[in-house]
């Protein structure tokens, strides 16, 4: 199998274009993400399933398609899904030991079939973190995910895998969750440009839960324009998921190059400087002098927004997975086991509670976007850690490494808010760290314009880890 393509140079935009014209077919396309996958997959460990017969047998489908004029937005494009998603005739493991004793999925999920149905082309399943409660990419099960860009250290997590294949070239775009930060973590230690969409924004059928009220779905890839393109085309109502809000379709592909003029821009303060490291610090001060951004803007009650958060997963964590914890604690990383176990003994008063604050913190936040349009934040307070971390300090405070990589991550998660994580190379500096660019409600496409205007202007990039 010799296609003599280099995947990794290509953007999903350009993959879509040059196959639709017909100067590329996407069965050479898939077979060097295959060739890629083969070659970089063994370092970083990012697939846990290579769905290699179906992806040639999608790709032979499109290129039929578009020999018979048909118009596909994502003609041949190579993706793949964290492995909480359902693949038809795969077993949806969800990063755990458990789930792979079940059968595998009769059908795909729903954003799966969107890409799949409009050009995409599935290329298999991604490693995780364990039933997604983790923002390192460690797994007990599946073995380490591992940074791309520097294999002795974290690819953050838990769209772990999500982050390392598109940062190793495998496939140019991935799907991957976030509940308090899962896709906004491993964008920043991966340097990429990761989309956390509005909650109930995007359908979440055919996919294994972490925390109903707080789970979202959303891409990750090398280029703010092809978040733009797979986002565009995930969107569409889906009767089966009662969670998801009817809103119509926002085409932000056509609006993402209007830039940031006009914008109001401020960085979040307080909560969101203090813990962060030296890194983190810079990356959102280079941010917001390329954007003008000079004000400072304190978010009220930060820090209550995430205990809030964390007292929430906690509880509803637990609740779901009693019964496992309960017959089968030893099929658990420990680290894991250990977090549900403690969530089973969250008060009810202080959900009650958590759920009352979380309205008004909500509140608070809808009156600090009637002053600007966007704000800017530290997507993790460092760069990626070296494996096995365990402990950090921050402030002078020693603290497990595991739940604290998403400090700056669960406040905004916490009420649904859209966000694009940026990726940012400070100067001299080995690896990247990521940017939270924070929008109000439904205003994905405000977001994704920064995000794009920072990329032209140089200051945001997201190069192939070679």
Same mark, same amino acid.
């Given at each position: 199998m ?29 077979e ?18 290579v ?14 398609a ?7 937005p994502?003609a ?20 755990s030991?458990i ?9 795909d ?24 409660y983790?923002?390192?990419g ?54 990429l ?38 986002f ?26 209007q830039?940031?003029?006009?914008l109001?821009? =401020? ?6 400087? @203090?813990? *962060?490291?030296?890194? !983190?610090? %810079?990356? /959102?001060? #280079?941010? $917001?002098?390329?954007?003008? =951004? ?6 009220? @009650?930060? *820090?209550?927004?995430? !205990?809030? %958060?964390? /007292?929430? #997963?906690? $509880? ?15 099929d ?9 176990? $403690? ?15 979380r ?56 009420i ?10 400070l ?14 409600a ?25």
């Open positions: 010799s296609s003599g393509i280099d995947i990794a140079a290509l953007t999903a935009t350009g993959i879509a274009r040059a196959v639709g014209n017909g100067s590329l077919s996407a069965k050479d396309v898939v060097a993400s295959l060739l890629q996958i083969e070659k970089r997959n063994p370092a970083v460990n990012a697939f846990t399933d769905t290699a017969q179906t992806a040639l047998t999608d790709a032979e489908k499109v290129d039929t578009v020999a018979a004029g048909k118009t596909l994502l041949g494009v190579p993706f793949a899904v964290k492995n909480l998603f359902d693949i038809e005739g795969v077993v949806t493991r969800a990063g030991k789930n792979r004793g079940n059968s595998p999925a009769t059908a999920a729903t954003l799966v079939q969107t890409l799949r149905g409009k050009g995409a082309v599935l290329m298999g399943g991604l490693n995780m973190g364990e039933y997604a983790d923002f390192t460690e797994n007990v099960h599946d073995g380490n995910c591992l940074n791309p860009h520097d294999p002795g250290r974290m690819s953050g997590g838990s769209s772990s895998g999500s982050g390392a294949a598109v940062a190793a070239g495998m496939v140019p775009v991935s799907l991957g969750s976030d509940t308090n930060g899962s896709i906004r973590v491993p964008s920043s230690f991966c340097g440009f990761g989309l956390k969409p509005t909650y109930g924004r995007l359908s979440r059928r055919g996919t294994y839960p972490f925390v109903g009220s707080l789970d979202h779905l959303g891409p990750m890839a090398r280029s703010a324009a092809d978040l733009s393109l797979v565009d085309v995930l969107q569409g109502a889906d009767p089966s998921d009662p969670v998801q809000a009817e809103r119509p379709v926002l085409a932000t592909r056509e609006q993402i190059d830039g940031a003029d006009g109001r821009i =401020a960085v979040a303060g307080a909560y969101f400087r @203090e813990k *962060a490291e030296p890194e !983190a610090l %810079a990356a /959102v001060d #280079t941010v $917001a002098r390329a954007l003008g =951004a000079e004000g400072e803007i304190d978010i009220p @009650e930060a *820090a209550r927004a995430r !205990a809030a %958060a964390y /007292v929430i #997963t906690s $509880a509803e964590g637990a609740n779901l997975h009693f019964d496992r914890i309960s017959t089968r604690p030893g658990y990383d420990p680290d894991t086991r250990d977090r549900f176990l $403690a969530g089973t003994m969250v008060p009810a008063v202080w959900v009650q509670q958590a759920q009352r604050f309205s008004w913190f909500r509140e608070a936040m809808r009156k600090i976007f009637e002053e600007v349009d966007i704000l800017l934040a530290p997507a993790t307070p460092f760069s990626a850690l070296p494996s096995g971390t365990k402990t950090i300090t921050l402030d002078g405070v020693t603290m497990p490494a595991r739940p604290n990589i998403g400090l700056f991550t669960q406040p905004v998660s916490f649904g808010l859209p966000v694009v994580a940026v990726p940012v190379w100067e001299s500096a080995a690896l990247p760290i990521g940017v939270q660019v924070i929008a109000p439904w205003r994905e496409d405000l977001a994704l314009r920064v995000a794009n205007e920072l990329e032209r202007a140089g200051v945001c990039r997201a190069p192939v880890a070679r």
